[in-house]
């Protein structure tokens, strides 16, 4: 999967670049590019954002600004999907996830202040996304939630069996995961399900549904 992130600090990605899965799958499945709108922009002085019409605080990102950046990426606008990050957008869950991670090329766009010009989000941008209902101070981090969050789903990143049981998985019918519990069996008095000991996997496998029931209507 290709997928380009436009942002105004490409460089903030870099520690994102050297975590696993996502670095496990760089290079091979996931061809990450990171633009900057402060290389292409039209404006002098790298400007990129401006006061809004009308009066009132803040800056806004400038709809020529975005555009040019596309236009020297992709020569006009793309063909794939491109998602403004925002607030405003549709809420970002598991089958938002699993559907852009189906994509072969994807583009993120991340805005600060108080956002995009909203011809962005009408007419350069397919699609809004919002990675929950709070606000914050840029799209970086949104970015970045979206990007970790699709290369996981990619081939190789995590071991398949773990994937297909995690939190809002098919398998777990979209409910939480279960409890998981390591070495020592007895810590403080603190004792592991004797279930999970038992070797018999027919049973762990449905104390293991039915504790992810049990979590998800809770
Ligand atoms: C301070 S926010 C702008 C908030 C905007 N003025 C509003 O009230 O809806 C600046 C930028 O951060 C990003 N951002 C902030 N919160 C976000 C969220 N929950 N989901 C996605 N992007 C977000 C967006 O790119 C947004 O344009």
Do not use: C
């Not at 760089?26 to 954002?49: C, I, K, N």
Request: glycine share 10%.
């Amino acid at each position: 999967m290709q997928l380009d992130v436009f942002t105004l600090v490409p460089h903030a990605f870099a520690w994102l670049t050297e975590q696993r899965p996502l670095a496990a799958v760089l290079g091979t499945e996931l061809d990450l590019r990171l633009f900057s709108y402060r290389d292409t922009t039209p404006l002098r002085a790298g400007q990129v954002d401006d006061e809004p019409y009308g009066g009132g605080a803040g800056m806004v990102l400038r709809v020529d600004v975005v555009a040019a950046a596309l236009d020297a990426v992709y020569g006009g606008q793309p063909d794939q999907r491109v998602v403004a990050l925002t607030p405003q957008g549709r809420q970002l869950t598991q089958e938002v996830v699993e559907e852009l991670a189906g994509e072969e090329k994807l583009t993120l766009l991340s805005a600060r202040y108080e956002g995009f010009d909203e011809r962005v989000v009408q007419h350069l941008a397919s699609d809004a996304i919002s990675i929950g209902p709070y606000v914050l101070s840029n799209g970086d981090l949104p970015a970045m939630v979206l990007v970790d969050a699709i290369a996981r789903r990619l081939p190789g990143a995590i071991a398949e069996e773990s994937g297909a049981w995690e939190s809002f998985s098919v398998a777990l019918e979209g409910g939480l995961e279960y409890p998981h519990y390591t070495r020592p069996a007895d810590f403080n008095g603190w004792h592991v399900p004797e279930v999970l000991v038992s070797g018999d996997h027919g049973k762990i496998d449905a104390w293991r549904r039915e504790q992810s029931r049990k979590r998800t209507v809770l």
